[in-house]
């Protein structure tokens, strides 16, 4: 099974920050990776696909980058509404795996 | 609109059974894979078990493996989850998730969430 790992754990940062958060496989997935965002009490919603592809409807601020076992989440100006813990997820094969998670927090 | 609406949660004693159900509207349910994740309170994001659209092929993570049984009738637009032998450790707030691209069983994001249901295993 492929394990993801995610850092930091958690992240603080001020309003206009750029700010990354990384996340690598166990093994080569290739870009076969999802990012999701999940604010306080809701559901996890889609951000990026494909390592790279931004989901419709998603800030262009948000951006993925990496292939192979190296990825990353890149928000280039943060916003008081990015609030939220980030999860990478990989689906290039079964199980499909998360990683445990980046809590967001705004300075 | 695309929505999923998850339902069947509750309180229930350790050993015991329960279904969930996720009700699908606004797409073609048929035609995409439907996944299950579940959260644990204050913990991340735990991926259960997939299903097919046509619904021949099934995955399950070895945590639920032999206990929980997806499945789905894509006659009433609906994805279920039969879970048995529950134990305290199965408390959590239970998804459902669509796969993000049609006809295909791999290689899919999932696009769409339900809000959740909530299961509790406590004697």
């Known amino acids: 099974d492929i394990q993801m790992t995610q850092s930091p754990s958690t992240l603080s940062a001020s309003a206009g920050d750029r700010v990354t958060i990384t996340c690598r496989a166990s093994?080569?997935?290739?870009?076969?990776l999802a990012w999701y965002q999940q604010k306080p009490g809701k559901a996890p919603k889609l951000l990026i696909y494909?390592?790279?592809s931004v989901e419709s409807g998603v800030p262009s601020r948000f951006s993925g980058s990496g292939s192979g076992t190296e990825f990353a989440l890149t928000i280039s100006s943060l916003q008081p509404d990015d609030l939220a813990t980030y999860y990478c997820?990989?689906?290039?094969?079964?199980?499909?795996?998360f990683g445990q998670g980046t809590k967001l927090e705004i300075k | 609109e695309v929505q999923l609406l998850e339902s069947g949660g509750g309180l229930v004693q350790p050993g015991g059974s329960l279904r969930l159900s996720c009700a699908a509207s606004?797409?073609?349910?048929?035609?995409?894979?439907m996944s299950w994740v579940r959260q644990a309170p204050g913990k991340g994001l735990e991926w259960l078990s997939a299903?097919?659209?046509?619904?021949?092929?099934?995955y399950y993570a070895d945590s639920v493996k032999g206990r929980f049984t997806i499945s789905r009738d894509n006659s009433k637009n609906t994805l279920y989850l039969q879970m048995n032998s529950l134990r305290v450790e199965d408390t959590a707030v239970y998804y459902c998730?669509?796969?993000?691209?049609?006809?295909?069983?791999?290689?899919?994001?999932?696009?769409?969430w339900g809000q959740g249901t909530t299961v509790t295993v406590s004697s």
């Open positions: 998730a669509k796969s993000q691209v049609p006809q295909t069983y791999y290689y899919c994001a999932m696009d769409v």
């Open positions: 299903k097919s659209g046509s619904g021949d092929s099934t």
């Open positions: 997820q990989q689906y290039n094969s079964y199980p499909y795996s």
């Open positions: 606004g797409f073609r349910f048929s035609s995409y894979a």
């Open positions: 494909k390592a790279s």
């Open positions: 093994q080569s997935i290739s870009s076969w």
